[in-house]
């Protein structure tokens, strides 16, 4: 799959999900942040706009931060773990963001406005190239958003990870993984690559990116949590045409046999699972 194609209908979706929030869809992001390790004290603490539902787990809450620290989201979206992060680090650390759309950085800003955390910052910026100078951070924590970068960019993720981290920082990212691996029309299908399926690695190829930057003790925990709680968000998506392959009657053929890859008809628990992941930067 075409990765500057993938790096648009990423910020396509994600753009509308920033620019269309309403009542009824923060109902249901509320519910899939539960799901996903939120506690009520959690989502109360920060703006409902923060919290976009498109979570698969809580990384600040085994981060374990301490007061002063520096901690990077990386895709931060609406800010919903930014801002819980930097209620963790004070007013002596700070809580970065980084996100490569804009509509979500403004968001973000907005929200950590109503917030009043002045602790914190957010960059527009891929995250395969962070602006952020070498050993400047001690932690780096994420939210399902690596499996959206293309396979072929992948690795430029961990090695920008390690380069910002400070001797001894640690990861605690949560993502999607592959528990086994994903046939050809899961992974070229669009509307599951929004929905951080088809682009999600095996857990053995999670652990070697780190290894092969630098990174130790490494850990990958499978939390078992239940991925179907995307579903109607996905199904949504590829209603809507955002994550449609291409109106174009020359693909009609190409949409036609992708079909038998409707999510509807998918248990997403038989193909990939939310991990958390956590190593160090010796």
Known sequence: MDPQKI???????????????SAT???????????FGYSASDLESIPLDANLGVSCGNPVAVAKLREGE?????????GLDVLLAARKVGVKGKAIGVDMTRSMIN????????????NTHFIESPITSIPLPDSSTDCIISNCVINLVPSAEKH?????????????????????????ELPWDLVENMALYMGCIAGARRVCEYEEFLKGVGFQDILIVDTE??????????????????????????NE???????????????????????QIYAIKP
């Open 25 to 35: 869809r923060q109902s249901t992001n509320e519910k899939i942040a539960n799901a």
């Open 225 to 250: 949590k239940d991925l179907n709680a995307y579903k109607d968000l996905v199904q949504s998506q590829a209603q809507t045409g955002c994550c449609s392959q291409s109106n174009s009657k020359s």
């Open 7 to 21: 790096y648009t209908e990423v910020q396509t979706r994600y753009g509308h999900l920033a620019d269309e929030i």
């Open 70 to 78: 520096t901690v990077v989201d990386l895709g931060s979206g609406g």
């Open 156 to 180: 430029l993720v961990f090695a920008e990870m390690f380069r910002i981290l400070k001797p001894g920082g640690r990861v605690a990212v949560s993502d999607i993984l592959a528990r086994r």
């Open 253 to 275: 053929n190409e949409n036609e046999q992708k079909s038998e890859t409707r999510p509807a008809e998918i248990n997403f628990n038989d193909w990939a699972g939310s991990f």
């Open 107 to 118: 968001l973000a800003r907005k929200n950590a406005a109503k917030a009043n955390l002045r």
